[in-house]
């Protein structure tokens, strides 16, 4: 507020009030009161829309903060600073008194909000862990990276395999150099429109027979010749899986599978 407007409040001349201030200038730091610059004093004139007939001040006025003005009561004298010097001194003390016989409720309450916050921040986690462990178990693609199968696991091997083969959107390629007419059977559970091609290292009579019939009846298989591949690799899509079995052997022994790093398109172009 400026010293005009304070001047009003507390019933003196603002001639006063400014003697006053300055002859306790010390208890007035920066953060108490400071004095309008000329620029500062004309944009404030010009939003009030006053004006000045005697062509400007000769003093550019007091602003005082919040703290300012409390301290503006105690150095002047008239009876409404005095009064309001003497309600800030009881309101001080009233505070202080209230807050010292209430000093253990604020310390509960201070231990409540801390336990709470605790508590919220382990809620936070654990919705957190809660919220990944049903993303994964709705999302119906999410498939081992890798693992082991022992002798005798027949059936959940091949419903691994078959739901790798299920899970393809465009392509399947596998490399076996053993396969037999039951990995064609295996191929049939992908989807429409999703081509499937085998490399094998031999391509037998009798194989050769039960692709055509096979092929005559259901969506072809392509099935290639290639002998440079010792391991079985299957390709879903762009996806790598390095399987320790021929897929006619699924769960007869132990095998092991592991999704690699390396994309079906890397792997596809060094056969070139």
Request: hydrophobic share 40%.
């Amino acid at each position: 507020m400026l010293d005009s407007d304070l001047a009003m409040i507390y019933g003196e001349e603002t001639k006063y009030l400014k003697r006053a201030v300055r002859a306790n200038i010390s208890r007035f730091p920066s953060d108490f009161m400071f004095t309008l610059t000329r620029d500062e004093f004309n944009d404030l004139r010009c939003k009030n829309g006053t004006s000045n007939n005697r062509g400007g001040t000769r003093y550019l006025p007091y602003a005082f903060t919040e703290i300012g003005i409390a301290m503006l009561s105690s150095v002047l004298h008239s009876q409404i600073a005095i009064d309001a010097n003497i309600r800030i001194m009881r309101a001080f003390v009233a505070t202080r008194q209230f807050f010292a016989a209430n000093a253990q409720m604020f310390k509960r309450i201070e231990v409540i909000e801390h336990h709470q916050l605790e508590i919220a921040t382990h809620q936070k986690d654990t919705d957190k862990q809660i919220r990944q462990i049903l993303k994964r178990l709705d999302d119906k693609n999410a498939t081992p990276t890798q693992g082991i199968f022992f002798d005798g696991q027949i059936f959940d091997a091949y419903t691994f395999v078959s739901d790798l083969i299920r899970s393809a959107k465009k392509s399947i390629v596998l490399f076996d150099n053993y396969v037999d007419d039951t990995v064609l059977t295996m191929m049939d559970k992908r989807k429409d429109k999703v081509a499937a091609t085998i490399y094998t290292k031999n391509i037998s009579k009798q194989f050769s027979l039960d692709l055509e019939k096979h092929n005559a009846q259901y969506r072809p298989v392509a099935v290639k010749m290639f002998d440079k591949v010792h391991d079985r690799f299957l390709c879903i899509d762009n996806t790598v899986y390095h399987i320790g079995a021929s897929l006619k052997d699924l769960g007869k022994r132990w095998f092991s599978f592991n999704r690699m790093e390396m994309t079906a398109n890397k792997l596809l172009g060094n056969m070139k």
